[in-house]
């Protein structure tokens, strides 16, 4: 059995919708995870995508921010929602596959301008958050998916200029070490890195401030698919989408996807 999962931060699902069903009629991923869905749940637009066959749907959504949400053409069971940012922002989905594979969405907080807790509150609930799934994964135990936007580029190949974002969030080193300790704490497989080894050049976002973003590919690898170790040995291929930052009223973000022989 093959199962194909894709992951997006759709910056607003209810504004996105044509790119969205634009993607999945073209791509046709089992399960699309999507990040910052912008929208409580009652106005999800449930009907278009199960118009589309994805009528297993899981949300956990917000009033014009944050938001997550699963659609899936395969049923979905034992849904939860992790408040790992202590506030109870809509920031984590979880469901179970048939067969036992959790999959795990999350949109991490991007942590404001200022990378210093001090001066800067945002980035360290980004901090907190990040630490708080450190704990959660050091005592994991079911063979998971851990999916989303994760608001950090580790690698110097993840970003336009290593030298230049040193400084800036999303790259800095305190949050580099922090996502390596999240990693290390259940041996997560980066599955885009595996498919995709640095220092080749992989980015999934690109800035709304660039004029042309693809002339000046200005880009940052903030969006993940991380594995536990037997997930990770059952995937086959990975895809990133830049193609869709470039169709009509785009997220900054482009789709992510795995294929997996289960």
Partial sequence: MT??????????????LAIVERFLTEQA???????????????????????LGYKHIVLHGQRMHHGVAIVSRVPLAEDDRLDWQANMEARHVGVRLSGGLRLENVYVPAGGDIPDR??????????????????????LKTPTL??????????????????????VVSHTPIEVATLGRLQAAHDWVD????????????????????????????????????????????ATKHQVFEDCRGWLKPSDHVPILTEFAL
Avoid at 5 to 16: E, G, K, T
């Fill in 3 to 16: 199962l194909r999962i894709a992951s997006w931060n759709i910056n607003s699902v209810r504004f996105r």
């Fill in 29 to 51: 991923p089992d399960i699309l995870c999507l990040q910052e869905t912008k929208t409580i749940d009652g106005e999800f637009p449930a009907d278009a995508f199960r118009a």
């Fill in 118 to 139: 001090a001066l800067n509150p945002k980035f360290g609930q980004k901090l907190d958050f990040l630490e708080r799934m450190t704990r959660w994964s050091e005592s």
């Fill in 146 to 167: 851990l999916v989303g936007d994760f608001n950090i580029a580790p690698l110097e190949s993840d970003v336009w200029s290593h030298k230049q974002l040193l400084d």
């Fill in 191 to 234: 599955l885009g890195r595996r498919f995709v080894p640095p220092p080749a050049r992989l980015y999934t976002w690109w800035s709304y401030r660039a004029k042309d973003w693809a002339a000046s590919d200005r880009g940052r690898r903030l969006d993940h698919m991380w594995a536990s170790p037997q997930v990770a040995a059952a």
